[in-house]
T-cell receptor, first 114, second 112 residues
């Protein structure tokens, strides 16, 4: 069965510092991995995805994520955090079947302090 | 394009009442899904559909029904609402291949 784990409920960073939000996954076959962001009282917005190819994926708003197959991880990163990055971040995984379900982690709240 | 739309935005029900949450998309997407979001539990998949006339259960299907008579619409029915169904409900759709899902703005449901 597919599963996603986000081990940190909350990550706190100072503005200007690098940030990492962790994600590990379990899926049969090749994984399709996604990061979404949710601002208060809003829907989910797509940030980036890994399908195949380069392990470092670049996405919206300066975010990137590194796929590590041996560690089954897909951590979200940003070199320099902004206060406006404060939000709830979700990692999600889908199996290689084209009809596969998208399963989400429990979410990590990112708090960037000035 | 309006993208994925959901109605209503807010709803309060009494235990035992029934209702339908509406979801529509105008992107001609084959795949549509319903999720519920609860604090500390992320988004859990309720039901999904891979095309008109085809639906399947997700992680938490009990108490919910769906149908997909057209490509555009994917309503979620609560047959007999329970307080445990108090949640925020999101509808999502995606096209073929490796595409990401697009989410609607959500429906906040309270069952008293």
């Amino acid at each position: 069965a597919q599963s996603v784990a986000q081990p940190e409920d909350q990550v706190n960073v100072a503005e200007g510092n690098p940030l990492t939000v962790k994600c590990t996954y379990s899926v049969s076959g090749n994984p399709y991995l996604f990061w979404y962001v949710q601002y208060p009282n809003r829907g989910l917005q797509f940030l980036l995805k890994y399908i195949t190819g380069d392990n470092l994926v670049k996405g919206s708003y300066g975010f990137e994520a590194e796929f590590n197959k041996s560690q089954t991880s897909f951590h979200l990163k940003k070199p320099s955090a902004l206060v406006s990055d404060s939000a709830l971040y979700f990692c999600a995984v889908r199996g290689s079947s084209n009809t596969g379900k998208l399963i989400f982690g429990q979410g990590t709240t990112l708090q960037v302090k000035p | 394009n309006a993208g994925v739309t959901q109605t209503p935005k807010f709803q309060v029900l009494k235990t035992g009442q029934s209702m339908t949450l509406q979801c529509a998309q105008d992107m001609n997407h084959e795949y549509m899904s319903w999720y519920r979001q609860d604090p500390g539990m992320g988004l859990r998949l309720i039901h999904y559909s891979v095309g008109a006339g085809i639906t399947d259960q997700g992680e938490v299907p009990n108490g919910y029904n769906v149908s997909r008579s057209t490509t555009e619409d994917f309503p979620l029915r609560l047959l007999s609402a329970a307080p445990s169904q108090t949640s925020v409900y999101f509808c999502a759709s995606r096209g073929q291949g490796y595409n990401e899902q697009f989410f609607g703005p959500g429906t906040r449901l309270t069952v008293l």
